[in-house]
């Protein structure tokens, strides 16, 4: 990117991105995919790359969609308010979909449904990018939304980077979400090279003085000299993206450990990301309920710990003035699980159960109602189209439709 063609001790910026920001992040404990902390930098500085669409009629002016995937059962969750406290508080100043219908496509699949409003088909490989374009897309290339309003903090795994945007010719990679995955994983290049950095710790003096470049090399006032300062215009943007990478650096989330601490994380970093950067869409995916395969102790616990981490975030929205009354929230699992424990006290999914196809969704926002059950049906793959309604776009390739009973 020319942008990004500048040199800082004759070291262009586009190297430290891929070296030095990956061993920062590796240790961190957060992974910055190439292209995504400094790609989003880049159209910070730049401006949006589209032009923006006509203003949406909505009070909403932020999204955050929560993925609690992993299958996460409804009766674990609105069903037993003593498990998810927080949730269930949210639930009851907004919206709670008890009937909403989820096809067992594989975590992946089902997953990637919400992010597409399509149903994802069981013949996409694990590994590989989905065919429809994600919500992401549609905002970034549709909407005009520049890449630093929209971002996804996931779990773990290599195929958590594929949430961030499809092989759709029409939108693709350059549409992504910006995407931050807690276990620093992306692909073989990145998984060799934050593995050789070791285990989150403390930086050395040495990195400290590599992070303090960093700094400096996003910093307007120590570009003198540079050629191209095009993409030096906002220096606000540039001081958040500082104080974001230093603030996941102080190791905000380093003291989440045990069961469920990947989820646990990826909502702290989502959490760090909206005060920072105020994004227009802030998606996570979970997947540590999964564990209910061979306990359902320990599934309970996840979902307790999310549930806590939810309040957090949901706590930080409500104390920001500018995010308080123009946020909204979507919490819904990718399906539930089976209606009967398996022979290790654990929970599996596959037996077709109301409990493992009817999902619970939970929504609240500036512009549905409020204390709200609405048993109408709905399924997962609407989720897509009503977020794009209410940031003013429309989903074309997308299945489902907006949740028209969810708006006052
Ligand atoms: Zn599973």
């Not at 961030?164 to 807690?182: E, P, R």
């Not at 692909?187 to 470049?213: C, H, M, Q, W, Y």
């Not at 943007?237 to 380093?254: F, M, N, P, V």
Request: proline share 5%; glycine share 10%; aromatic share 8%.
């Amino acid at each position: 990117m020319d942008a990004f063609d500048i040199r800082l001790d004759g070291m262009r910026i586009e190297n430290l991105r891929r070296r030095e920001l990956l061993r920062i992040a590796g240790l961190a404990g957060v992974g910055v995919a190439a292209g995504s902390l400094f790609g989003g930098a880049a159209a910070a500085f730049a401006g949006p790359d589209a032009p923006a669409a006509k203003p949406s009629p909505y009070k909403t002016k932020h999204v955050v969609l929560l993925a609690f995937a992993g299958g996460v059962r409804a009766r674990e969750v609105i069903g037993s308010p003593q498990n998810a406290p927080n949730l269930t508080r949210i639930g009851n100043r907004g919206c709670v979909l008890p009937y909403v219908r989820a096809a067992n496509l594989g975590h992946y699949g089902a997953a990637l449904a919400i992010f597409t409003g399509c149903s994802e088909a069981k013949g996409i490989r694990e590994n590989a990018r989905g065919d429809n374009p994600t919500i992401f897309e549609y905002l970034r290339k549709d909407a005009g939304l520049p890449a630093d309003q929209v971002w996804l903090s996931t779990t773990a795994g290599a195929q958590t980077i594929n949430f961030s945007y499809s092989t759709s010719a029409d939108y693709g990679g350059k549409y992504g979400a910006n995407l931050i995955s807690t276990d620093g994983l992306f692909n073989a290049e990145f998984r060799n090279l934050i593995t050789s950095f070791g285990n989150v710790s403390l930086p050395s003096d040495k990195e400290a003085r590599e992070v303090a470049d960093l700094a400096k090399a996003l910093d307007p006032k120590f570009l003198d000299g540079v050629k191209d300062r095009s993409f030096a215009n906002d220096p606000e943007a540039s001081l958040r993206i500082q104080r974001y990478i230093l603030e996941e650096l102080k190791g905000d989330t380093a003291d989440l450990t045990g069961p469920g601490a990947g989820d646990a994380k990826a909502i702290r970093v989502a959490r760090n990301l909206l005060r920072l950067f105020k994004p227009k869409v802030t998606a996570i995916v979970l997947q540590n309920a999964d564990v209910a395969h061979g306990s359902f102790n320990s599934y309970v616990d996840v979902i307790r710990r999310n549930d806590q981490e939810v309040g957090l975030l949901w706590q930080s929205i409500q104390q920001d003035p500018e995010l308080k009354d123009s946020t909204t929230l979507f919490v819904l699992p990718e399906f539930g699980r089976d209606h009967d424990l398996n022979d290790r006290n654990g929970l599996d999914h596959g037996d077709g159960s109301d409990d493992l196809h009817r999902i619970f969704c939970i929504a609240s926002g500036p512009d549905f109602k409020q204390g709200k059950t609405l048993t109408g049906a709905a399924d997962s793959i609407d989720v897509c189209p009503t977020i794009a309604e209410l940031l003013g776009t429309k989903s074309p390739d997308a299945k489902g439709k907006s949740m028209k009973q969810l708006f006052a």
